[in-house]
């Protein structure tokens, strides 16, 4: 590869703008199709700058923020699995694309038993969740918990520790620590070039700061790297799960509102670490019941100049591994 110039855009939703001619519960449907492999992702910051103009952050019950939680750790889970299924196709590992897909069912059929939907869920709006979660939903959280913990070890043994695999990841797409920092990359791209950065520690939303786990970091800035990466996050998200059931405590999961919601007068903003990274809204309120101005940052297009630094260089049999190793998903970009 003598060069490689990204050109976004073809997908283009349009999404920022249809927020303007919709209410702030109208607007989370939409929201979630750019990424609807991580729809709670994309919601939880709308939701939370949303509250920030609707004076009701303070007033969120303890449950709901515990089952956002919940919802954002699920949704990492099914959002990494999908992309560990394609990256078994790409480097000709089909049995990781079978066990990867069929395992993201487990979480989904979880999400789905609490939000009635599968993929994209509409789980949060702004005051809490739609609704709470069924009988016996805890203990099967726990029970698929359980079964993915032992999964992963097969994982890295049958791939991830892979002769295979690592001839084909290991110094592959290298972005060096300090183009990572300099381009303004994310989530596992940045991690994977050894720099400890995580939205959830360095700035922490929800309960985030009452849980206990590590943030993972490779230096050698490959796609090897990243994909390790990836894999840690896996387990660490399914240690956050535990947690997060052995504290929820009964309660209300939303707040009451009535009438026409309208925002007060002025601006919020608010990040979260979604599964592909850094992912943040800046709303613009002039106090009607829409949106004045919506804008999001994707961490997909935070991480699209990496592009060419992992693939100018490398052989064209190199560059599906290389490209998809940055877990860059056009229609997110595109918003």
């Known amino acids: 590869m003598v060069d490689a110039i990204p050109d976004p855009g073809y997908v283009h939703r349009g999404e920022e703008k249809m927020c303007e001619v919709r209410t702030y519960i109208q607007n989370i449907p939409h929201l979630?199709?750019?990424?609807?492999?991580?729809?709670t992702g994309i919601i939880l910051p709308y939701c939370l700058a949303?509250?920030?103009l609707l004076d009701l952050t303070a007033k969120i019950p303890e449950r709901a923020?515990?089952?956002?939680?919940?919802f954002n750790e699920f949704n990492r889970i099914i959002s990494h699995l999908y992309w560990l299924g394609i990256m078994g196709i790409f480097t000709g590992h089909s049995t990781m694309f079978m066990w990867a897909m069929g395992d993201r069912e487990y979480f989904i059929d979880l999400a789905g038993m609490a939000s009635g939907a599968r993929v994209t869920f509409a789980y949060?709006?702004?005051?809490?969740v739609r609704n709470d979660t069924p009988w016996g939903f805890e203990e099967k959280v726990l029970r698929v918990c359980a079964y993915f913990d032992a999964r992963l070890e097969e994982y890295r043994r049958i791939y991830f520790e892979n002769p295979v695999f690592e001839k084909r990841t290991m110094e592959v797409g290298v972005l060096p620590r300090r183009d990572?920092?300099?381009?303004?990359?994310v989530g596992p791209t940045l991690r994977g070039s050894g720099v400890?950065?995580?939205t959830r520690k360095d700035d922490p939303y929800c309960f985030y700061d009452q849980v206990d786990f590590e943030v993972p970091v490779y230096r050698e800035g490959d796609a090897w790297a990243r994909c390790w990466v990836h894999w840690h996050e896996l387990r660490q998200s399914v240690h956050i799960i535990r947690q997060i059931i052995s504290r929820m405590r009964p309660g209300p999961v939303r707040v009451p509102l009535r009438g026409q919601l309208r925002g007060r007068k002025g601006e919020a903003y608010t990040r979260v670490e979604a599964a592909r990274g850094a992912l943040s809204y800046h709303i613009i309120s002039d106090g009607g019941q829409y949106p004045y101005r919506v804008r999001i940052s994707v961490?997909?297009?935070?991480n699209l100049p990496a592009m060419p630094r992992v693939l100018i260089g490398y052989k064209l049999a190199d560059v599906p591994v290389a490209?998809?190793?940055l877990d860059y998903w056009p229609v997110e970009a595109d918003r």
């Open 323 to 325: 490209f998809w190793s």
């Open 65 to 70: 923020t515990w089952l956002r939680m919940l």
């Open 180 to 185: 990572a920092i300099e381009l303004g990359c």
């Open 50 to 52: 949303a509250e920030e």
């Open 32 to 39: 979630e199709r750019p990424v609807i492999l991580d729809s």
């Open 196 to 198: 400890k950065a995580d």
């Open 124 to 128: 949060m709006v702004p005051g809490g």
């Open 299 to 302: 961490p997909s297009f935070r």
